[in-house]
C-alpha cells in the first residue's frame, strides 16, 4: 500500500505563489510518473503538470510558464505555483503511479488553493 501526504495549499492574492508539497510513503520498489491533477468547483479534475521518472514534464496550456513541477529522490513531488490567478482556484491533488508488486495508481487527499483577493 502507498500513502500520499499533501501539504502547502491555502489562501493567496492574485499574483502570489505557493508551493505544493507530496510525500509518498509504504513498500515503494520505484515511482514511474508523480502528477498534479486540479478540481475546481463544478468542473472536472484536469491534469495540472506531471513528471516521469526520467524527469520529462508536461503542462496544462493554462499553467505552462508559471507553475514548476519537481520531484526528489525522496518519493516528493513538488509543484511551485507563481502568478496565481482567480481562475487556479482548486482542490490539487497529487497522483502517484508506484510500484510496490505491481504498477497502481494512487491518489492523495486534495489540498485547497484558493486564489481571492
Known amino acids: 500500500q502507498v500513502h500520499l501526504v499533501e501539504s502547502g495549499g491555502g489562501l493567496v492574492q492574485p499574483g502570489g505563489s505557493l508551493r505544493l508539497s507530496c510525500v509518498a510513503s509504504g513498500s515503494i520498489l520505484s515511482i514511474n510518473h508523480m502528477a498534479w491533477y486540479r478540481q475546481a468547483p463544478g468542473k472536472e479534475r484536469e491534469l495540472a503538470a506531471s513528471?516521469?521518472?526520467?524527469?520529462?514534464t508536461n503542462y496544462a496550456d493554462s499553467v505552462r510558464g508559471r507553475f514548476t513541477i519537481s520531484r526528489d529522490v525522496k518519493n516528493t513531488v513538488y509543484l511551485q505555483m507563481n502568478d496565481l490567478k482567480p481562475e487556479d482556484t482548486a482542490v490539487y491533488y497529487c497522483n502517484v503511479v508506484a510500484v510496490t508488486t505491481i504498477p497502481r495508481s494512487y491518489w492523495g487527499q486534495g489540498t485547497q488553493v484558493t486564489v481571492s483577493s
Open positions: 513528471i516521469t521518472s526520467g524527469g520529462i
